[in-house]
């Protein structure tokens, strides 16, 4: 349970206190044109208004530590307002009297500024209380303010929180029965076949190391990427053996064009889980990468096989990185995944990104 008091409440801002002098200000102002115009402007007019508008302003600041220390700005708006109609108003009462005292015994006026009558007396103190509603329909409406941009912050923040998880994620997720059969099937070469076993085992910790090594990047080379994806081919080629042949077309210009890490290599995971390793005769992948003249890179990656994603299911790593690309390029970026129209048994994926060069007050 949250406590309140008054030592707890925090400090004006210096925004607050900008407002608070300004709005005050005004109220001067206001206030000596009003009774200039029943009267002749003159410095005791001048002392009279002093008098009259900085206790209101030392009273609107006392309610708004009270505010602050009993915590009305999480309270729903009836409750609110029912300590707002009662504190208001003792206020306005309690201002008169400070007023009329300092009216009386320290400026003095002549008798036309004296103050006299309870009827004046009650005149100006719901004039005071109009102003204390006045003020605090401002105070609460820019702490109101404060709180729904706060809470749009906190909203993109936690959205921003869950993307990168997931990016995270991604760029980590490397499909553990693809690791164990890798390591099975090292094994297996260990005895008949040493230096292709080493060799294998090379291109494995490689893939690990760049899976693990990227936690901190957003973006990589795609010559490096392309790396990884020769070693996570080779494995593969391991284990479907002669049912597995691929190729690797790429543009030289375009190997240093920042892509997402971890994108090829699931586009690659995906064409040989899903078409070619349930095809007993196997099937082939073909990579192309080029640069076009409008400053994009395209990427492609055909594959045998047929795409028939399930609707709203087409997996959470493909979702995974649509998003990430949306996230990192915006409506610029695009990746489309379909049967190649005139191929039959041939899927093609489709990745078009922009070239880049690098990786991209309060009131109290």
Do not use: C
Not at 261 to 288: C, D, F, W, Y
């Amino acid at each position: 349970m949250t406590t309140f008091s008054y030592a707890s409440a925090p400090a004006p801002s210096r925004l607050y206190w900008r407002l608070q002098l300004l709005g005050w200000s005004l109220y001067f102002v206001f206030n000596v044109v009003l009774f200039s115009v029943f009267g002749r402007f003159s410095g005791e007019l001048v002392l009279i208004t002093t008098a009259i508008v900085l206790p209101v302003m030392g009273l609107s600041h006392a309610l708004r530590y009270h505010i602050r220390a009993n915590g009305w700005e999480l309270l729903p708006p009836l409750p609110l307002l029912g300590r707002l109609l009662v504190t208001n108003a003792l206020l306005s009462v309690l201002s008169q009297v400070i007023i009329w005292a300092l009216l009386i015994w320290v400026v003095k006026p002549s008798a036309d500024g004296r103050p006299h009558g309870w009827a004046q007396f009650m005149g100006y103190s719901l004039n005071v209380n109009f102003m204390l509603w006045l003020w605090a329909g401002f105070y609460f409406g820019w702490h109101f303010f404060h709180r729904y941009k706060q809470a749009e912050v906190d909203k993109w923040r936690l959205a921003a929180a869950v993307r990168e998880a997931e990016m995270r994620t991604l760029k980590a997720q490397i499909n553990p029965h693809f690791l164990f059969n890798g390591l099975n099937n090292i094994r297996a070469l260990v005895m008949e076949d040493p230096t292709r076993a080493r060799t294998m085992m090379t291109h494995l910790s490689d893939l690990l190391r760049y899976s693990i090594q990227l936690s901190a990047a957003e973006q990589v080379p795609l010559g490096r990427e392309l790396e990884i994806v020769e070693h996570y081919l080779q494995l593969e080629a391991l284990q479907l053996e002669e049912r597995l042949t691929y190729t690797l077309d790429v543009d030289p210009a375009a190997e240093q064009v920042l892509i997402p890490p971890m994108t090829l290599q699931l586009l690659v995971e995906n064409a040989i889980k899903h078409g070619l390793a349930p095809r007993p005769e196997g099937g082939s992948i073909q990579l192309t990468a080029q640069l076009d003249g409008a400053g994009q890179l395209h990427v492609s990656i055909r594959n045998t096989g047929r795409y028939q994603p399930q609707p709203g299911h087409e997996g959470v790593g493909v979702r995974n990185a649509r998003e990430r690309l949306a996230l990192l390029f915006g409506p610029a970026a695009h990746l489309d995944i379909d049967n190649h129209p005139t191929e039959p048994d041939t899927v093609v994926a489709h990745l078009r990104l922009p070239v880049r060069a690098e990786a991209p007050a309060t009131f109290h």
